[in-house]
DNA sequence: TTGATATAGTCCAAATAGGACCAGCGTCAA
DNA sequence: TTGACGCTGGTCCTATTTGGACTATATCAA
């Protein structure tokens, strides 16, 4: 019987429990793949050793279980599954733990910020492709959307999905407004 | 002459030169302060500790210069200037460091995903939290603009901070709408 | 037959966060 | 007037996290 010492887990370690905590039994590779997926729609996608090493974390205190799975005569895998102290644990830190503001890091509001070292049609370019990337991504997350909401017991995920939407919405309409007060900023007699 | 070696610079240390290329010459603390203030608005906010580092690192290479500033008698602070070299090498940076996607990191949502595991009252005022938030945040954005408007070569920061007015607006319409699909789960028949 | 892609990881260096700590100064209240 | 607290201006240390290089095998396509 593990010891579930109350050892602080971190951002990453808790993010990994709520990936297993829609019940399948996944690899690391698993989760790195679904954390690229659904995870990084809201939250970073961590690395895949870093997965790795919150796995082996989770492992010993006993938040998650492990087996190995026979692949073929050479290999195998090893997938984890969410323990009842995991999903405890998981369920605390929802909780107790603050809820820190959102972070964006945003590349292409980074050009614009330094706009006066970039010129101005390069600085165009990058909203134009950073609105047409924005524009392809809604369309892949309307297909997931109908994966997700075929799916029971997935209700919140597809909330996200929506709410997704909803953001990549705003995202294109922002850059094509920051297009058009760039224009009127060009024709205003700001000097340099 | 210091030798401007093309070693790679890391996100933050061109970010550091971001803020110094305004023309102002600051100390380490005026950095951390302006990043809390400006960068944090679509990048992240560098640890003072990794300001530190950074700028000396930048000093190196030449990218920037330093100075002592006597405070008193018993204190001094060193400001720290951006160079042509300095200049040149951001814009280089900017130029063809290729533009990465945005990425979010949101608190909020990761309790609405986990929505099975939280609770839906407890969701509820989560979401709701957040929406004022986002409505003081407006707040403040707006006071920022005025100050901001009124220096001249701001232009472009002034542009940034109407884009995130934008985007603090759709977040707390998304998190209304959030609330409203909330309600109209609990009155579907979704079982559990 | 060669090469690309997917699976399933390990290992390591460098970047980054974040808190503890230090010191002096100013201010406000008890 | 003494103490508490907060702001300025940092340093130092540890833990977290990233990201790339590396190893293998299997599978599919040109």
Redesign the pocket.
């Known amino acids: 019987m593990p010891q579930q010492k109350s050892t602080k887990l971190?951002?990453?370690?808790n993010a990994v429990l709520g990936l297993l905590s829609f019940g399948t039994e996944l690899?690391?590779?698993?989760l790195k793949?679904w954390a690229d997926h659904s995870l990084s729609l809201f939250f970073?996608?961590?690395?895949?050793?870093?997965i790795?090493?919150?796995l082996r974390r989770l492992e010993a205190p006993g938040y998650v279980t492990s087996r190995q799975v026979p692949?073929?005569d050479?290999?195998n895998?090893?997938?984890y599954r969410i323990t009842d102290a995991g999903r405890q644990q998981l369920i605390t830190w929802l909780e107790t733990e603050d809820i820190g503001s959102p972070m964006l890091k945003h590349p292409v509001l980074m050009r614009v910020w330094l706009g006066h070292l970039v010129g101005s049609d390069r600085l165009r370019e990058v909203i134009e492709e950073h609105r047409d990337r924005t524009t392809a991504r809604l369309e892949d997350l309307h297909r997931d959307l109908d994966i997700v909401a075929a799916r029971e017991n997935w209700a919140y995920p597809e909330l996200i999905i929506r709410w997704s939407e909803r953001y990549y919405e705003a995202e294109r309409d922002n850059a094509e407004q920051l297009l058009l007060e760039l224009d009127a900023m060009e024709r205003s007699p700001t000097p340099r």
Chains 1, 2 share one sequence.
């Open positions: 971190s951002g990453t370690a690899s690391g590779y698993d793949k970073w996608s961590p690395a895949s050793s870093q790795y090493a919150e692949q073929d050479l290999r895998k090893r997938v």
